[in-house]
């Protein structure tokens, strides 16, 4: 299968049938065999039918849960990953979703340098996040001492001393920056489109 449209395939009717099944059969949270698109992607995809869908998802979740009950080994079939109420991607468990810069002054003059340098040099991957994701205190705070010092290599100039963050919530304070991007859009294209 080459361009799977994730809707088309939860609503078909052969969405179990084997070695298609629109679900990985041993962890929900991997690709399923047929989807030829990456990790990231397939979770995106996933999350955004879950968000628009609910009711759907339902369905397909008891259909997949009901499938493992009949299993005799244990299979993962909780979802890691989820979308909150503004349609922004996050981790089951985790809290800390959002990349803060702190300066004295006046931060929004440095927002869109930030953010280039960040969609430039991809410093703050998916992959990344999820290592990010699986450290302790001390290894997130030593994490984050790498990640400013890369930021300031690749080219983020600035005269003031700052410290960047992960922390839970936005303010108007602070330049915050999402790490998993709002991308909930209709299905209108095949996943590879995304």
Known sequence: MTKINIEEWFFSSKRW???????????????????EGSLEDWIKEMTTFIFLYPKEWNRV?????????????????EL????DEEGY??????????????????????KNQ????MEETKILSFDEYLKYCRLNGKERTLYLQRLKDKLTKEGFQTQEAFQISFETDYDIVNI??????KNVRPYAASCSEA
Do not use: T
């Open 80 to 83: 890691d990953f989820y979308r």
């Open 17 to 35: 049938e084997k070695e298609h099944e629109c679900l990985n059969m041993e962890n929900i949270n991997e690709k399923p065999c047929a989807y």
């Open 89 to 110: 991607l996050r981790k089951v468990g985790e809290k800390d979703n959002l990349l803060r810069f702190h300066f004295k002054s006046d931060s929004f003059r440095y």
């Open 61 to 77: 979740l008891s259909e997949y849960k009901a499938i493992h009950s009949k299993r005799k080994q244990q299979k993962c079939n």
């Open 176 to 181: 915050g920056l999402h790490f998993f991007l």
């Open 114 to 117: 930030i953010a280039y340098v």
